[in-house]
């Protein structure tokens, strides 16, 4: 045991008894993500980072499960007819879509989808944005700030396997006039961007398809 008087970095210090016990003990802790972090860190100087989302960035500002989804489209498309249990099979999502888009006017059906799937969208505010702890907002902020560092960026791309743009969204909310340059949306392959890490926007990926809600967002898509 170390006594106070005998050690020199100790020596005069206002730390006594139970105080220096618990400030011992809390420099002798090894927090665990601290390496996590650490490895994270590295990683994302060295080769950058794939961000890769769910369906959580999304239901926390009101946009529905897929099942939920499926649901209003078939109440909207065939009402009074029963839609088949699901039962959490999300194998049949796909087979839904396909039997709603056949029975539906010829380019209306993703008019009909896009009206469920933002129905009961709350768009957060900028104020919001800039202060909210919501998953949302906080990768909004971390890409806005990741393109103020250019060549020293460390998101190299984003793959998100929603087909609404809340993501996209909140950065435009955020940026302001030319969002397109802090993130670009990609609904197909051929879409590949040529630049490298650092330079233009970072590529959202949509392999599941992008359905825009904002107009700014559905002209790019159409560009």
Not at 58 to 77: M, N
Not at 185 to 196: F, T, V
Request: proline share 7%; hydrophobic share 35%; aromatic share 8%.
């Amino acid at each position: 045991m170390i006594h106070k008087a005998s050690s020199p970095a100790l020596r005069g210090s206002r730390l006594t008894g139970g105080h220096w016990a618990r400030q011992r003990g809390q420099a002798m802790k090894h927090d665990p993500n601290e390496d996590v972090r650490e490895a994270l860190r590295r990683r994302a100087d060295k080769q950058g980072l794939t961000l890769v989302l769910g369906a959580g960035v999304s239901l926390g500002v009101g946009l529905p499960t897929w099942s939920e989804l499926v649901k209003r489209l078939w109440t909207s498309l065939r009402p009074g007819d029963p839609m088949p249990e699901l039962g959490g099979m999300a194998q049949f999502f796909p087979f839904a879509f396909e039997l709603l888009e056949s029975q539906t006017a010829r380019g209306e059906f993703a008019n009909h989808l896009r009206d469920a799937l933002y129905r009961d969208m709350c768009r957060p505010s900028s104020d919001d944005l800039r202060s909210s702890t919501s998953t949302l907002s906080v990768l909004a902020r971390v890409l806005l700030r990741d393109h103020q560092l250019r060549g020293s960026r460390r998101v190299a791309r984003v793959i998100s396997f929603n087909i609404d743009d809340a993501l996209e969204e909140a950065i435009e909310c955020l940026y302001g006039g030319t969002p397109h340059l802090v993130v670009r949306p990609i609904p197909r392959a051929s879409g590949y961007p040529k630049h490298l890490r650092g330079r233009g926007p970072v590529s959202v990926y949509h392999p599941h398809g992008f359905l825009p809600h904002s107009p700014y967002w559905d002209r790019r898509k159409a560009a």
